[in-house]
């Protein structure tokens, strides 16, 4: 028995024609799963959003895209290629290769405050004496 597909606002497909193909099956689940999460935190912030949204799109996008940038290099902070006299190096930004949704810009693209407002109910007159 196989459990439906799990909703996202970009599908794989729609993910590499934006970035790039995927390098083989496990780059491809690993972005499934990823683009799985990034769908699952925006629709537990933003319940009832619209699938079509093209905000929650480029969150998504740009979320997973950051996470799959180091590749080989994951858990690495930076490297440094030498070859005869040419050295090529690179400071990576999301070394841990995690969903980032604050570097994205998630909160104002998906208009979700960062100050929420506190919400309570008090009885009339509950905060005098008896």
């Known amino acids: 028995m196989t459990s439906p597909t799990p ?3 970009v599908t794989v497909e729609e993910f590499e024609s934006l970035w790039r193909p995927m390098k083989g099956e496990e ?3 690993w972005a499934q799963l990823l683009l799985v999460a990034a769908s ?3 629709l537990e912030r ?4 619209d699938v079509d949204n093209p905000a929650a799109k480029t969150v998504v996008t740009s979320v997973v895209k ?3 940038l180091p590749g080989d290099w994951q858990g690495y902070r ?3 290629r030498t070859v005869d006299d040419a050295t090529t190096a690179a400071v990576l930004a999301n070394p841990s290769a995690h969903l980032d949704f604050d570097a994205a810009g998630a909160f104002s693209l998906l208009g979700i405050s960062l ?3 506190p919400v309570a109910n008090f009885a009339r007159d509950d905060w005098g004496p008896p």
């Open 40 to 42: 699952a935190w925006i």
């Open 27 to 29: 780059e491809t689940s």
């Open 66 to 68: 950051a996470a799959l």
């Open 7 to 9: 909703f996202t606002f």
């Open 46 to 49: 933003k319940p009832g959003i």
């Open 115 to 117: 100050n929420p407002l």
């Open 78 to 80: 930076s490297w440094t």
